[in-house]
């Protein structure tokens, strides 16, 4: 599966964004979404996920309350909405794909960086 990413920009503390991607190649079915994201100098560290086929979600708890992870399973495509944006939220946002059964991500898609200035 190929993944896309967009949605990035430049927001004030407070703010909201919405990220998407959009999962080409094949359709998603027995698979987890998920938003990863790296700031610079740091480790990639999780985000959230959601389980295509239920719908059920995960949150780092960095983010729970603030985000939200969904899907569009027609579309095939994956958002996250981030509302009040704090800068220590700044880093690039990756989003992830992979099978239920296998434990770690396998996708990737290039990424789009999300800026929050105080």
């Known amino acids: 599966v190929q993944l896309q990413a967009s949605g990035g920009g430049l927001v004030q503390a407070g703010g909201s964004l919405r990220l998407s991607c959009a999962a080409s190649?094949?359709?998603?079915?027995?698979?987890?979404m998920a938003w990863f994201r790296q700031a610079p100098g740091k480790e990639r560290e999780f985000v959230a996920q959601?389980?295509?086929?239920?719908?059920?979600?995960n949150y780092a708890d960095s983010v729970k309350g603030r985000f939200t992870i969904s899907r569009d399973n027609p579309k095939n495509t994956v958002y996250l909405q981030m509302n009040n944006l704090k800068p220590e939220d700044t880093a690039r946002y990756y989003c992830a794909a992979r099978q239920i059964v296998v434990a770690s991500y396998e996708a990737w898609g290039q990424g789009t960086l999300v800026t929050v200035s105080s």
């Open positions: 959601v389980n295509w086929s239920s719908g059920n979600t």
């Open positions: 190649g094949r359709t998603l079915g027995n698979d987890y």
